[in-house]
Structures are given as C-alpha cells and as structure tokens.
C-alpha cells in the first residue's frame, strides 16, 4: 500500500521552504508532486512600479545566494534597451565579481551536501574556508551578500592594483579549498560512496525535462551561455566548459568541483588583462522595444524578458530563473530511489526556492494548487 | 531558561540571503557554539524561532501553527529587513505583512542580510551574554555600506535620495518651519544609491552595521533643514540652503549671471503658486530677457 511522504515545506535542512509531497512503497519512491509559492513575493509586478535603476536593488533579492547574476541579466536587458555601450574594463570587472559569485554558491552548496549526508567535518572545513570568498566580496563591494556591484552602463565599484594583490591572495586559498573537495570526491572520499549512482538523470531525459546548468551538464550535455551565447568579457577569456556523462548526483558534484577551478582560472585571467579606462558610463533614454537577455548563472541558464513602452519604468519584467527550469528534474530523478537519498537529490540540483517561487504561476487568490503531472 | 538554546530557522518570503548567513554562523569563527546554541529541525524541539522574510499569504497560517509549538521561553528574533518592514518587496500582493502582525516579536536584527556578526551578537544579547570580540573580522571593511549617517552641515534638503531610494525607505515630510528628511533604516536595502546620487555628499553609509533594537519605530535617521517663506504670501515651499546651492551653482558655471543674482534670488523665493500671478510673470520674463541678452553676448 503505498503511502505519501511529506517533505517540508519549512524544514531547516532545506535552506528554503518548499513542500515535496512524494508518493512511497515499500520504502522506494514512485512518484513526487512539487508544491511552490511559500516564498512568492510578487517581484514581477513589483518591477513594473518602479525605475529602471531602483530594479536593480530588486532584481537583486530576487535570490539572496545568486543576487549579482541577476543583475547582471537585468543590466544586460536595459543596456539592449537604452542602448549604451558598455566600456570593455566594465565587462572583465563583471567576470571577476560573477565568477566570485559562482565560486561562493559551489562551495555553499558542497556545504549543503555536507551537512546532508552529515559529514560534519567536511561542513566545517568548506565553510570556514568559504569565509574567504565572502569576506573578499564584502571587501571589493561593500556587502557580503545582495552586494549590487553591476549598474546599467557598468559596475560601480573599480578593482585598483592593491585590490587585485587581494584578490590572488585569496585565489590561492580557494584552490587549496577546491583541492580538498575534489578529495571528498574521489576513489576513497567520504562523500563519493554516499552519492554515486544515486538520482540518475540521463542525457535524454534531462533534455526532455528542460534541465539547465550543471544539472544538464552532468548529464553530459555540454551547454553553457558562457560560451553558447558569450556575454561581458567571457568571449575573450579560455575555459572549459565541464561535462560529466553519468547523470547521477555524483557527477553534478562533480562537474560543480571542476567549475570551480574554472572559475578561479577565469578570474586569473580577467586580473591580467585588465583593460584600462572607465568602469561605467550614463546610460541612456529607454527606447520603445522589447528585449531579452540570459546569462549562465551558477545554477545555469538565467533569462530576462523586459518590454520598454519609452518611460522610466518597465512595462513587462519577466524572468525565468534555473532552479525553476531544473525542477522538473528532481521528479525525473526520484522516481524509483530509496526514501533516504531523497533529500540528497532535492539538494542535487542546487535548488534555490526564492527564485523559483517568484516566477510560478501559483494561483494565490484561488488557492488551487499547482501539481507537477508524470 | 535551560541552558541550551535551540533555534528553529523558518523562513518566509524573503530572498533566502538571511538564511545563508544563519548557515553561516554555524562558523567556529562567528562563536555560536559558544554560546551553547544550536540549530535544530522541528519547532517542537526550539525555544528560539528565528524568522526570515515578510508573511505572504501561503505562510500566514504556517507561522502561527510553528510560533504555537515553540517551547518556552518562547523568543522570537526577526533577521533582516524583510521581517522588520518586507523592505522592497513592501507592496507585493502576495504580502501580508511583517511577522510582527502575526506572531510578537522580541527582537529585530536590522541589515539586508545582516552580518553574521551582527546575527550572532543579536542571539548574545537575547541572552544576556557577551562575546569576545577582539578578533580582527568584527569590523567591517573600508567601503562597507551600512547605517547612514547625515552631514546636517552639508544636506540641502533637495529630496534627490527619496527619489533615487530602491525600497521607498526616504520620507519627506514638510512641517511648519522645516523639513524632516528621515531615512528609515529598517526598510531600507543598503544600495547606497542615496549616497551616490546626493549633490552635496551629506548623506553616507557608514561601517556600522550593528543595529539590533526591540522597538521596530526606533528605526530611523533624521536630518532638518530650514524651509524658506514665500516672499509675497509667506507659505514655506522650499528648504533656504537648496536655494543658496542652485544660486552657487550657477554663478560657478556662467560667471556673467552673477550681477542679476539678487535678482534670481528675488525670483527664487516666491512660491509657484504667486509666482503664476500676472506681475510676477511680467517681472521674471524681464529677468529672463535681460539673462538670454548676458549669455548671447557672452556666447559671442
């Protein structure tokens, strides 16, 4: 006889609310159902009431943990809308912050895994060294977190030599950091046994699915905006784009582990070469016109629509975040896995709630829920 | 109170930025072990409920039926600017309200997130218990955006941060003889486009980032400037040193003006509504004749 197994929604080992209602026999997951809206804010109306610029500051709460790549995207869209060109030591200025940004949200998320499978020391170790990672951000734009670095037409804060010696600095740790995590994840690691062959998502389904980032990059598909659809200065800068073929939660961590040292590489690059000049310049008048802009954000493919009707305030906002795209994955992956492991593979896909509730059709007024079909 | 403190983490709609820094006082570094606390899983097993995040409507009913469970002595923190005011998402429609409609609130950690720091001091100080607080990452960097700060000396009163604010966090209020300007830090989402878009540079985010207070009405930062009288119907309309700034401004940049300035002063000191009145539009059009003439020849 099976019987319904609720997770959530406010549980603290989820970071976030969120409930999963999932259907158990015989100790074996057989189906899942989602259940969104306990973090939905109304962000898209919200965007219409307000300026261009204020949005930014909106943009960024849509998500506390990828806040800088939405902006990012946002200013990307206005840029496209009022047409401004955006100066060239602007754009390596962002690949530096967002690739920081990619490296805070992979190393929380291999502490997330931590702290699930209960490897305490490991939890430890990865945040007390993340520490680095968040202290430099606070250094270089005055917040740890929602730290609105990217304006329209640039960034607002410039790294100066002596920021830059910061920033190797601390490049040198996090690869020690990165180091460590690969061992986690190795032959004998302690994370490698709990976590291999567990929530499989093969190639084709993950296509089927609509799965983005390192959820479909583990599945061996290689797609990355980065390189598909290049943005900022990542056009001119060498790196990898990392796939794993196996599909399960194994491979994700380790595509995200790998990522890592992508990132650190990346940044490396962008200190180097550095252009000289202006960060940032005046953006202009908004145009009547519809734009769309998408950029990969740690999770993967983030995407904005903005329509423009000429005035200082958008007429339609509309954003499609990677956690959402990803989570008719984590139905795909259940099906068939053991009870235990369910929290493991709902983490798998870096799940970031706060994004993912903004953008769902949740039928507030009615109350009807909204169920994901098999 | 036992000794153990046991934190129960419910999160509502916020951006979940609270919550990484929750998870991140879990750090050695931040001292949350030494304070015998922890954080736990059920409501059930709490007597501290930590919220995150204004109310909508889904976790209205949520956050009563948790607050009921919570153990005695049942104290509630409110972390971050959602859970004070709902900061920038105030005016959602799925928003019901900060958790102090719902459930009573004890304290309140103010930040957009708040700093660890400031996470860990606030559970300190809800127990009455110090922190060492020698290490270095207990100050914040140089650049860090913060509590405000006004310069009374340098602020015009012009309203140019109200109108950039991102989170509606600046009022302006008009009374009899002066402007209040008053930045409500409680709502406010730490952009410091206020600090960037002020004239005068009077207003400034500072390095303070400790903030905890029970009283959520105590959460503001004001600054006054005197407003001017209409020199023919006598209402106050505008604040005395923005007029004095606009007059500096101008002599700076078209240096020939400067022997009509009491005459623009005379102009600028009527308010809009007697300066729509008859003689007063003959008089500023021969203001504005004699002015043209002065920048013609000048161009020339």
């Known amino acids: ?374 | 109170m036992s000794n153990k403190i046991s934190i129960y983490r419910f999160m509502s709609a916020g951006c979940n930025g609270c919550d990484v820094e929750i998870f991140e006082c879990l750090v050695p570094r931040y001292k949350l072990g030494e304070l015998n606390v922890e954080v736990v899983s059920s409501p059930e097993e709490a007597n501290v409920l930590a919220i995150t995040g204004g109310i909508n409507v889904k976790g209205r009913e949520e956050l009563k039926a948790s607050y009921e469970k919570i153990q005695p002595p049942k104290l509630v923190v409110a972390i971050g600017n959602c859970a004070l005011t709902m900061e920038i998402f105030d005016g959602g429609y799925p928003m019901v309200g900060p958790p102090d409609r719902i459930v009573p609130v004890n304290l309140y950690v103010p930040g957009c997130p708040p700093r660890p720091q400031a996470i860990v001091s606030a559970i300190a100080k809800a127990l009455d218990k110090t922190l060492s607080m020698e290490e270095n990452y207990w100050d914040a960097p140089e650049g860090f955006r913060g509590l405000h700060e006004f310069d009374g000396e340098k602020c015009i009163g012009c309203g140019a941060c109200a109108q950039v604010c991102s989170s509606k966090a600046i009022d302006i209020i008009d009374g009899n003889e002066k402007r209040l300007i008053k930045v409500n830090y409680g709502h406010c989402s730490f952009c410091a486009f206020c600090q960037d878009e002020c004239p005068t540079e009077a207003i400034k985010l500072t390095k303070k980032y400790q903030m905890l207070t029970d009283n959520r009405n105590l959460t503001n930062i004001t600054n006054e400037v005197q407003l001017i009288s209409c020199s023919i119907c006598g209402r106050r309309f505008m604040p005395e040193p923005q007029i004095e700034w606009a007059i500096k401004r101008v002599t700076e940049k078209v240096n020939v003006y400067e022997k009509f300035m009491d005459a623009v002063r005379r102009a600028m000191r009527i308010c809009p509504d007697c300066r729509r009145e008859t003689e007063n539009i003959r008089d500023a059009k021969k203001l504005l004749l004699q002015l043209s003439t002065v920048a013609r020849i000048n161009r020339k």
Not at chain 1, 22 to 42: M, P, Q, S, T
Not at chain 1, 255 to 265: L, P
Not at chain 1, 349 to 362: K, L, M, N, Q
């Open chain 1, 1 to 374: 006889m099976p019987r319904i197994v609720n997770i959530g929604p406010y549980r603290p080992q989820l970071l976030e609310p969120e409930r999963f209602e999932l259907l158990v026999e015989n100790n074996k997951i057989i189906d899942a159902n989602i259940e969104l809206g306990y973090v939905h804010r109304g962000i898209e109306k919200l965007f219409t009431t307000k300026t261009y610029m204020q949005n930014l500051a909106l943009a960024e709460r849509i998500c506390g943990i990828c806040s800088g790549v939405h902006t990012l995207c946002y200013a990307q869209t206005v840029e496209k809308i009022t047409d401004t060109p955006v100066p060239e030591r602007a754009k390596y200025l962002r690949c530096i912050y967002m690739e920081l940004e990619r490296l805070h949200s992979h190393y929380l998320w291999f502490g997330v895994l931590a702290h699930t499978l209960h490897e305490h020391e490991a939890f430890l170790r990865i945040m007390v060294e993340r520490e680095h990672v968040q202290d430099l951000l606070e250094y270089l734009t005055g917040n740890r977190i929602n730290y609105l670095i990217n304006t329209v037409g640039g960034v607002r804060r410039d790294i100066t030599l002596k920021k830059a010696e910061k920033v190797r600095e601390v490049l040198k740790n996090l690869r020690s950091l990165s180091d460590y995590i690969m061992s986690l994840l190795d032959d004998n690691g302690v994370f490698t046994e709990k976590i291999k062959g567990v929530g499989v998502l093969t190639r084709k389904k993950a296509l089927e699915v609509g799965a983005v980032g390192p959820t479909l990059r583990g599945s061996g598909v290689k797609s990355d905006i980065r390189r598909d659809d290049p943005y900022a200065a990542y056009g001119e800068l060498d790196f990898e784009v990392i796939t794993e073929d196996d599909g399960d939660v194994y491979a994700k961590s380790l595509v995200r582990a790998r990522e890592t040292f992508e990132s650190i590489s990346i940044i490396d690059q962008a200190i180097e070469n550095l252009p000289e000049g202006e960060i940032s310049v005046k953006p202009g008048e908004p145009l009547v016109k519809e734009e769309i802009g998408r950029v990969e954000a740690p999770r993967g493919e983030l995407f904005y629509y903005i329509k423009s009707n000429g005035t200082n305030m958008p007429e339609r906002v509309k954003v499609r975040t990677p956690s959402f795209a990803n989570d008719y994955a984590i139905i795909e992956m259940l099906r068939g896995e053991r009870l235990e492991n369910a929290r493991v593979i709902i983490e798998s896909i870096d799940p970031c709630f706060a994004c993912t509730d903004r953008v769902t059709v949740i039928d507030v007024k009615t109350g009807r829920r909204r169920e994901v079909q098999l």
